[in-house]
């Protein structure tokens, strides 16, 4: 069974600063990857997918990596704005179906 | 994009009672659609997954009894947590894809059985 580990678990950081966060998974075949937002009490919003064949996806101050071959995806996110506060999960799927979840990063971006 | 919906966001309900979610694609038929239960400070777990017009398949330790899920149409699946206790009560997440890969999450419901 997939397992996914989200380090650190909590990460608080002054406005303006770049972070990194990391995702771990133990089957490496894996069809595509996701990180989604969590705001409290509310649904997921998706921020960006790599397809198994891709190495990176960016999105404005978002990048993602992928390296399938050690199990690792980062999630960059550069000059990080209060707004950026939130739950940060990343999600692998093994076929294009199902999902496995991570344990989700908690974002503090303070002003 | 795509949007999923689930009524109602909210509910609370007496221990013993039955409680149905729905879960809707408004504007894309899903042929494929997952239920995921998420507790306090956890993240989210798959309950089951379900195509439209067969049964659902349920992940190892989800009671199918309990859980009650059905497809009957393309644009909408429901979760029907039957005899409701205390420790059901969570934030239940759909999600629903269509031909592609990616899916579409719902906003989620919560879920307070007293």
């Known amino acids: 069974k997939q397992e996914v580990t989200q380090i650190p678990a909590a990460l608080s950081v002054p406005e303006g600063e770049n972070l990194v966060l990391n995702c771990s998974f133990t089957d490496s075949a894996i069809y595509n990857l996701q990180w989604f937002r969590q705001d409290p009490g509310k649904g997921l919003t998706s921020l960006l997918l790599?397809?198994?064949?891709?190495r990176e996806q960016t999105s404005g101050r978002l990048n993602a990596s992928l390296d399938k071959s050690s199990g690792r995806s980062t999630l960059y996110i550069a000059a990080s704005q209060p707004g950026d506060s939130a739950t940060y999960l990343c999600a692998v799927a093994l076929t294009g179906n199902q999902f496995y979840f991570g344990t989700g990063t908690s974002l503090t971006v303070i002003p | 994009g795509a949007v999923v919906s689930q009524h109602p966001s909210w509910v609370i309900c007496k221990s013993g009672t039955s409680v149905k979610i729905e879960c809707r694609s408004l504007d894309f038929q899903a042929t494929t659609m997952f239920w995921y239960r998420q507790f306090p400070k956890q993240s989210l777990m798959l309950m089951a997954t379900?195509?439209?017009?067969?049964?659902?398949?349920?992940e190892q330790g989800v009671e199918k009894d309990k859980f009650l899920i059905n497809h009957a149409s393309l644009t909408l699946s429901t979760l029907t947590v039957t005899s409701a206790h205390p420790e059901d009560s969570s934030f239940y997440i759909c999600?629903?894809?269509?031909?592609?890969?990616?899916?579409?999450f719902g906003p989620g419901t919560r879920l307070t059985v007293l």
């Open positions: 790599i397809q198994s064949s891709q």
């Open positions: 999600s629903a894809q269509g031909g592609g890969a990616i899916q579409f």
């Open positions: 379900s195509n439209e017009g067969s049964k659902a398949t349920y």
